[in-house]
């Protein structure tokens, strides 16, 4: 991994918690992580953004770049572009849904792509039924939102139903 | 489990972490582990509409509430609490700035000893703590293990066969387990060598912090090391990275500097500690930032013998006691920030010029 300011390796991960927009990781050489450490004074990439920024600069055209932005979960709702900026995804669909385009970041800050450690005992939850109660739950709030509170009660009973079958997530166990 | 409808109770007391106890404490003020988790079925907090976060918040409440042994958990509405009261669990390191500072249902489940808490809605919907004071990462882990199982037992979370446990930030990925071990080093600060030793840890992956402060300066060379990555090694291996070859290696690098220092002069290191208590305990006004600087020069000097009559633990204490937040809920009313510097003076002086002072004399 290279440092965020310049092409030397990033030997120094900081994780900046006390900004008020939330927590920023930074990969940064030595020299420059003295800097940031000694200095409280911002720096011009400050946050995973910037990293993924620079990596999606790579290999990439404009119009690439454009399309990627622009691309949606169909489940929760949130584009390429929000989570390229904010740094945080918007529901665990996404990381199916944006799979290929993740796999580069996700390599570049764990240098692995597969979970080796502990496992929940209980039976995983069904991917699709989680991705459907999600999008129900935006769905519902799209209904309230315009006010259209018979649309907004259908979908609850449908989350409802769902919700108490043994078998789905998020039921009563 | 029980809502706290005010955090009286903790104001008064300190964590087990703070004790001073512990392998290798006089340098490993405290070991943490924390899991990040999700309730499957809800999108991320960055998506979730103010009902879905009240959904989860209370979803998780209630299958809290039915754990077994959970009877004496402290459980707190953050939303609910006034910003010094956000603050003062900040600082007692119960909760995070993010979840203090965010907006919307969010609540915190605390233990009685303060060795365990639960965050609902942070950044992500189960932020699960565990702190022990001193090097202790296996027993901290089997903690947290047991606590995530009991959990996991009541509520879905999300979790992908490849990826393991989902999070909203791809940096949490798979164990969503962070290692941070909080180190006192004053004697590589003093001897400037503090560079030099994460220099030479260049190839592992750690993250480096500086702690403690009003701002985001660091002082009271506190330091705290975590692991970088999440995704593609076990719990084990990562507790293993951290705290048997990271933490070990400054702890001896450490001592070496403190070893140099009383070889090099004794005396001279001698009066500067001495010096750091003398203002402690007759200041009249001071900050929060000198307070820090001058504990930490104590600290190193109760630890190496060179002042005997006051405890680390109340070293420990102080550390934390003397902060803004908990100065005004000691004190029982908002204090401005230049009655805060002369609160904080009479505070230190009246459990400093007590030499010998036991911790829990210290109110």
């Given at each position: 991994m290279k440092c965020q300011y310049c092409d030397k390796p990033a030997t120094f991960h900081i994780t900046e918690l006390t900004q008020p927009g939330g927590p920023q990781i930074l990969h940064l050489c030595e020299q420059h992580a003295r800097t940031v450490l000694q200095k409280d004074e911002p720096s011009p990439i400050k946050t995973i953004t910037g990293a993924l920024a620079k990596q999606l600069q790579l290999g990439q055209t404009k119009e690439e770049l454009k399309k990627l932005d622009q691309k949606e979960c169909p489940a929760c709702g949130i584009t390429f572009f929000e989570f390229r900026n904010s740094g945080r995804l918007g529901c665990p669909m996404d990381y199916i849904h944006f799979e290929s385009d993740l796999t580069p970041l996700l390599v570049n800050i764990h240098d692995a792509l597969e979970h080796t450690g502990k496992r929940p005992s209980r039976a995983e939850a069904n991917v699709d039924t989680q991705a459907e109660l999600i999008s129900l739950r935006k769905d519902m709030e799209a209904a309230v939102a315009r006010e259209d509170y018979e649309e907004a009660s259908r979908i609850r009973d449908q989350i409802n139903e769902i919700q108490g079958d043994p078998k789905h997530p998020g039921a009563a166990s | 489990m029980k809502e706290a409808k005010d955090l009286s109770a903790l104001v008064q007391n300190s964590g087990e972490w703070l004790k001073g106890t512990g392998p290798e404490s006089d340098i490993v003020i405290s070991s943490r582990i924390r899991l990040a988790r999700n309730v499957a079925g809800f999108p991320f907090i960055r998506k979730?509409?103010?009902?879905?976060?009240?959904?989860?918040?209370?979803?998780?409440?209630?299958?809290?509430?039915?754990?077994?042994?959970?009877?004496?958990?402290?459980?707190?509405?953050?939303?609910?609490?006034?910003?010094?009261?956000?603050?003062?669990?900040?600082?007692?390191?119960?909760?995070?700035?993010?979840?203090?500072?965010?907006?919307?249902?969010?609540?915190?489940?605390?233990?009685?000893?303060?060795?365990?808490?639960?965050?609902?809605?942070?950044?992500?919907?189960?932020?699960?703590?565990?702190?022990?004071?001193?090097?202790?990462?296996?027993?901290?882990?089997?903690?947290?293990?047991?606590?995530?199982?009991?959990?996991?037992?009541?509520?879905?979370?999300?979790?992908?066969?490849?990826?393991?446990?989902?999070?909203?930030?791809?940096?949490?990925?798979?164990?969503?387990?962070?290692?941070?071990?909080?180190?006192?080093?004053?004697?590589?600060?003093?001897?400037?060598?503090?560079?030099?030793?994460?220099?030479?840890?260049?190839?592992?992956?750690?993250?480096?912090?500086?702690?403690?402060?009003?701002?985001?300066?660091?002082?009271?060379?506190?330091?705290?090391?975590?692991?970088?990555?999440?995704?593609?090694?076990?719990?084990?291996?990562?507790?293993?990275?951290?705290?048997?070859?990271?933490?070990?290696?400054?702890?001896?690098?450490?001592?070496?500097?403190?070893?140099?220092?009383?070889?090099?002069?004794?005396?001279?290191?001698?009066?500067?500690?001495?010096?750091?208590?003398?203002?402690?305990?007759?200041?009249?006004?001071?900050?929060?930032?000198e307070t820090m600087h001058?504990?930490?020069?104590?600290?190193?000097?109760?630890?190496?013998?060179?002042?005997?009559?006051?405890?680390?633990?109340?070293?420990?204490?102080?550390?934390?006691?003397?902060?803004?937040?908990?100065l005004q809920k000691l004190h029982g009313r908002v204090l401005t920030t230049s009655d805060r510097h002369v609160e904080r003076a009479n505070y230190l002086q009246r459990h400093l010029r007590d030499a010998g002072a036991s911790p829990e004399e210290l109110n």
């Open positions: - | 979730c509409s103010d009902d879905d976060r009240k959904k989860i918040e209370r979803q998780v409440r209630t299958r809290l509430e039915a754990l077994n042994g959970w009877e004496d958990i402290q459980y707190v509405d953050v939303a609910a609490l006034s910003e010094i009261d956000r603050q003062f669990l900040v600082e007692r390191q119960l909760i995070s700035r993010e979840i203090a500072e965010s907006e919307g249902s969010r609540a915190v489940a605390i233990d009685p000893c303060e060795q365990f808490s639960v965050m609902v809605n942070e950044e992500d919907h189960l932020r699960i703590q565990v702190m022990h004071s001193g090097l202790d990462l296996l027993s901290a882990w089997d903690q947290i293990d047991a606590l995530d199982n009991a959990i996991e037992r009541e509520v879905l979370y999300a979790f992908h066969p490849q990826y393991g446990y989902l999070t909203a930030c791809p940096t949490n990925v798979g164990t969503g387990l962070r290692v941070s071990v909080m180190l006192h080093l004053p004697g590589l600060v003093i001897t400037q060598q503090i560079e030099k030793v994460f220099r030479s840890m260049q190839r592992i992956n750690v993250t480096v912090r500086g702690l403690y402060g009003e701002g985001s300066q660091y002082t009271g060379d506190f330091y705290q090391v975590s692991n970088q990555v999440t995704l593609g090694h076990t719990e084990h291996e990562l507790l293993e990275m951290v705290g048997n070859e990271v933490v070990p290696r400054i702890i001896d690098y450490e001592r070496k500097a403190r070893d140099f220092l009383i070889e090099k002069g004794e005396q001279d290191l001698h009066d500067d500690v001495s010096r750091a208590l003398g203002i402690l305990s007759t200041a009249r006004k001071i900050s929060s930032e001058y504990l930490s020069k104590v600290r190193m000097g109760v630890n190496l013998g060179l002042i005997d009559d006051v405890e680390v633990a109340t070293i420990n204490k102080l550390f934390i006691h003397t902060q803004p937040a908990h």
